[in-house]
């Protein structure tokens, strides 16, 4: 079985200059872990919610006292500076894909080897849709279910 028989079409995307505000909202309302960035047609990175969240981390530099604590309430403030943010200051450049025609297995194998939840499908640098770890379960359920294995 193919991705592209599987994979979810269309996909919603983000440009490299739209606002995170803009992003987080819909990571938060559509429950989006994650959104491809495209540019001039070409798939260029991702966002994720960890890169929005880790930006408003500590820096290992920014610890001087090794039992330095950091407030964690002012660390939860810094959301509001980080939203202020373009999608080019964070997001994910070089982004790992796979393409329509890879074998569902093959492109688990590659979402499981990185830690992958969803990967972007591409063909030609050419965003043609997303998959999800759970498109590649159900696919191996259904399958398995019409072959009477279970």
């Known amino acids: 079985m193919l991705v592209s028989e599987i994979m ?6 983000v440009t ?8 987080v909202s819909l990571m938060c309302l559509f429950r989006y872990s994650g959104l491809p960035v495209e540019e001039d047609g070409k798939l260029i990175g991702i966002i994720a919610e960890k890169d929005v ?13 090794v039992m330095a604590v950091p407030d964690y309430d002012e660390m939860m403030y810094q959301y509001k500076d ?15 894909t796979v393409s ?7 492109a ?12 972007p499908v591409a063909d030609g640098g050419r965003l043609v849709g997303m998959l999800s770890l759970g498109d590649i379960h159900k ?4 399958s398995n279910l019409s072959h009477n294995m279970l």
């Open 82 to 96: 980080v939203v202020n943010l373009k999608v080019s200051d964070v997001m994910t450049p070089n982004v790992i």
């Open 100 to 106: 329509s025609d890879m074998h569902i297995m093959k």
């Open 139 to 142: 696919a191996i359920f259904q």
């Open 53 to 65: 969240l880790h930006r408003m981390f500590p820096k290992l530099e920014d610890f001087k006292d």
């Open 8 to 13: 979810s079409r269309s996909p919603k995307t």
């Open 16 to 23: 490299p200059d739209t606002k995170l505000l803009e992003v």
């Open 108 to 119: 688990a194998t590659v979402m499981v080897r990185h830690k992958f939840r969803r990967i």
